[in-house]
């Protein structure tokens, strides 16, 4: 009896998996082939703008729309470059500084009081951590009059301080809490041990928890660097010179153009411009990102 239940069970078994396998083969291809319709149901627009970016103006409207333009024109993405009163070399340079000095600050002040809240204890310490959370369900148009009145009074309007200077005294809220709960998946024997060798508080901070934060920090740098680059309301309210702006209110100013009708043509190569340096980066620090995300919520 037993030999025949020993021979039976795995008889029964692959009988089953049998069973369950077309199932689970017709489960994965319908889900693959409703991933694949939205895939190309949200690339659509994509396509558009790449294939208007390069069409002539009067091709731009006609039904059913050419995807594939004949002539294609390249000199469209020239002509942007070459607008009178348009400075787009400018527009772009000035979203650099703006997104390299934010990543910078967030990447320092969200590190450090990421550091402090999981790190170090003091009195009230997780309180404040509740509070800082809090702050996020706080909508920025509450406290835009308040700020644009404080950075009036100290003569910060028309420059990228208000843009830059406050991200460097704490971070984002969102970007504390990544840090945060990152640092709490590390041993803390490592702090142990770096303060038996003589390392002190920030010693501990840069040399041991910094480079091992590396996937939070790629993210941070992701998110910050989509938030500030895509960025349209602060550069709108802060800053007032056509020298000083940035990409975002470039395409807001490209859209109501003095030169007439929208010119839809150059509007979308200067979009592709915009859009094409996020999308390099996302594909080359996607790993760091998809680190961050895992890597955050195992412990905290």
Known sequence: MRRDIAVEMPKTRSRTALKLKPRKLVAQALALTVLAVGAVIVMIPFAWMLST???????????PPI??????????????????????????LNTIIITTGCMVGQLFGASIVGYSFARLRWIGRDKVFLLVLATMMLPPQVTMIPQFILFYKIGWIDTFKPLIVPIL??????????????????????????????CGVLGIYWHILMPLSRPALGTIAIFT?????NDFFGPLIYLNSRNKFTLAVALALLRYSPYGATRW???MAATVMVVAPIIILFFVAQRY?????????VKG
């Open 53 to 63: 970016s390069v069409k002539p103006a009067g091709q731009v409207f006609i039904f």
């Open 67 to 92: 995807w594939i333009p004949n002539p294609i024109r390249w000199s469209n993405y020239l002509e942007v470059l070459t607008l009178p009163d348009y400075p787009f070399p400018t527009f772009f």
């Open 169 to 198: 005294f704490g971070g984002a809220p969102f970007c504390i809490f990544l840090m945060r709960q990152f640092f709490m998946t590390i041993p803390f024997e490592l702090d142990d041990a770096a303060r038996i060798d003589g």
């Open 225 to 229: 660097t989509l938030w500030n680059w």
């Open 265 to 267: 043509h150059l509007l």
């Open 289 to 297: 990102f998809i680190q961050g995300i895992v890597f955050t919520g």
